[in-house]
C-alpha cells in the first residue's frame, strides 16, 4: 500500500511567473550591487493601516486581556457588528439585512474564490478572462476540473475569454455554454474596467443560460468612473446568478491585517443531478462552518473601524495616494508614446510594449536599463502576452523616478 496523492496538482504549471521574476531581480542586483531598483511588480499595499483601524484593532486586542470581555470562538460566518458594517456601507439596496444571512466574513478574497468551486460538480464548465488572476485558474485545476495546460497555454477545459486591446478588454460572451463565469472588476492585472452595460450582458446570458458568474471586485473602492458598477447587483437579477467577492486587503490596507467577505444571495441556485434546486448559500454555509473557524475578533473590528465614515475619509486619502501614482504612470508613459490601459479605476497600469517586444524582453529592458520591475503579462495568460504590468503601490517619489529613467530608454 502507498499514498496516492491527487494528481490533478501535478497539471499545474509552476508559478513560474513571481520566481522568475524574483530570480532575474535576484541576479541583476547582484551583478549591480548598487543599483537602486524600484520594485512595480508585486500587488501588495504599502501604506500603514489608517489611525481609525489602528485604534479599534488596539481596544479590540485589550478587550481579549480581560476575563469579562475575551472572546473565543466567533461565529463562522463573522460577527453580526461587521456583517452589518458591511451592509449598511454597501449591501443595503440590494436586499441584503442582517436576517437574510447573506454575508460571510472571511481571512481573504484569495480564500474564497479559490474555495467557492467546490460548490460545483466537477463536469461543470468553467470560463475565465484572459489574462486572468491565476487563482481562479489553478484551484479549478487542482480539483481536477481541466486537463493539462496545451502549447497555447491554457488548460484544456477551460473555455477562455480574451480579453485584450483588440476588444477594448472587453470580454465577449462564450462560443460554447458554460456554467461558470469567473468575473474581476475593476481588473487584475488589466486595470480595466465593464460599464453597467457590459455587465449586463454576462448577467444576462447568466440568467438565461442558468449560469453563475462569480464576481470578485476586490479592488471596488479604487472606482473612480462614474458608469462603472461597484457591485454587480446594481444589476437587474444579478442576485438570481452571481456570487460577489470583497475584499478589505487593496481598499484598507489590510494584506497583512486579512479580512474580506462574500456575498451569497439567497435567491442563488444550483442544481442537482435530478433537476432539483439547491441554495448556494446554504452549501457555502455549510462549507464555512465545516471548514472554517471565523476571523479573529480584533481584525473583525479593525475591519468594522474601516467602514466607519471617519474610517472611511482616512482611507480615501491613501487610496487617492495610490491612484495619484497611477495618474503619474499612466501620463509619463502616454506621453513617451506608450499604449497604455487601466489605472484609472484600479492601481494597475497595463502597458502594450512598443515594438512588439515580448512580454520578458520589455521587462527585461526596464530592469536592466531603468532598474524599475514590473510583471511581464504573458505571467497571467496567453493574451497578456505583449503587454506588462506596473503597479501605483509605489511612494509618489519612486514612482516619478521610475517614470523619469523609464523617459530616457530608447525604445
Ligand atoms: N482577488 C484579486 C483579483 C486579487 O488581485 C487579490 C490579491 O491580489 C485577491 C483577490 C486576494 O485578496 P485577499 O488579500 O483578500 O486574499
Not at 456583517?83 to 441584503?96: L, M, Q, R, S
Not at 460572451?173 to 461558470?180: K, Q, R
Request: glycine fraction near 8%; hydrophobic fraction near 35%.
Amino acid at each position: 500500500m502507498v499514498v496516492k496523492i491527487n494528481e490533478n496538482y501535478l497539471k499545474l504549471e509552476s508559478s513560474y511567473l513571481f520566481v522568475e521574476v524574483a530570480r532575474r531581480e535576484a541576479e541583476f542586483q547582484k551583478n549591480h550591487p548598487d543599483a537602486d531598483i524600484i520594485k512595480m511588480g508585486i500587488g501588495d499595499v504599502t501604506k500603514p493601516l489608517v489611525p481609525k483601524v489602528v485604534e479599534a484593532f488596539k481596544s479590540a486586542v485589550d478587550e481579549m486581556a480581560e476575563a469579562d470581555s475575551f472572546k473565543g470562538y466567533g461565529p463562522e460566518q463573522g460577527y453580526d457588528f461587521l456583517a452589518n458594517a458591511i451592509i449598511e456601507t454597501d449591501f443595503k439596496p440590494y436586499g441584503v439585512s442582517l436576517d437574510t444571512d447573506e454575508i460571510f466574513i472571511s481571512d481573504g478574497a484569495k480564500c474564497d474564490t479559490g474555495n467557492i468551486q467546490e460548490l460545483f460538480d466537477l463536469n461543470n464548465k468553467v470560463a475565465v478572462t484572459d489574462p486572468v488572476y491565476t487563482v481562479y485558474v489553478d484551484t479549478n485545476v487542482m480539483a481536477g476540473r481541466t486537463g493539462f495546460m496545451n502549447d497555447d497555454g491554457m488548460y484544456d477545459g477551460l473555455v477562455y475569454l480574451k480579453c485584450n486591446a483588440e476588444n477594448d478588454f472587453i470580454p465577449e460572451l462564450p462560443e460554447e455554454p458554460v456554467d461558470i463565469i469567473y468575473l474581476c472588476y475593476p481588473n487584475n492585472p488589466t486595470g480595466t474596467t465593464l460599464t453597467k452595460e457590459q455587465l449586463k450582458v454576462f448577467v444576462d446570458y447568466a440568467r438565461e443560460n442558468k449560469s453563475v458568474i462569480l464576481f470578485d471586485a476586490a479592488y471596488e473602492k479604487f472606482i473612480n468612473e462614474d458608469n462603472v458598477p461597484h457591485s454587480i447587483y446594481e444589476i437587474e437579477g444579478a442576485k438570481e446568478v452571481a456570487i460577489e467577492f470583497r475584499s478589505f486587503s487593496k481598499t484598507a490596507g489590510f494584506t497583512g491585517t486579512r479580512c474580506a467577505y462574500t456575498v451569497v444571495p439567497k435567491e442563488l441556485k444550483g442544481y442537482t443531478e435530478d433537476g432539483e434546486e439547491q441554495s448556494l448559500n446554504a452549501l457555502w454555509n455549510r462549507r464555512q462552518t465545516t471548514k472554517f473557524n471565523g476571523v479573529s475578533y480584533p481584525v473583525q473590528k479593525a475591519a468594522e473601524a474601516a467602514l466607519s465614515k471617519e474610517g472611511q475619509e482616512q482611507i480615501k486619502e491613501v487610496i487617492d495616494y495610490y491612484m495619484e501614482n497611477a495618474k503619474v504612470i499612466r501620463e509619463s508613459l502616454t506621453d513617451l508614446g506608450l499604449q497604455v490601459y487601466g489605472g484609472v479605476s484600479s492601481p494597475y497600469i497595463w502597458v502594450k510594449t512598443p515594438n512588439n517586444m515580448d512580454s520578458w524582453a520589455f521587462f527585461d529592458l526596464l530592469l536592466n536599463e531603468a532598474n524599475v520591475i514590473g510583471t511581464p503579462g504573458s505571467g497571467f495568460g496567453p493574451s497578456g502576452e505583449g503587454y506588462l504590468r506596473l503597479t501605483a503601490f509605489n511612494t509618489l517619489e519612486n514612482t516619478k523616478e521610475a517614470m523619469d529613467r523609464i523617459s530616457k530608454l530608447d525604445f
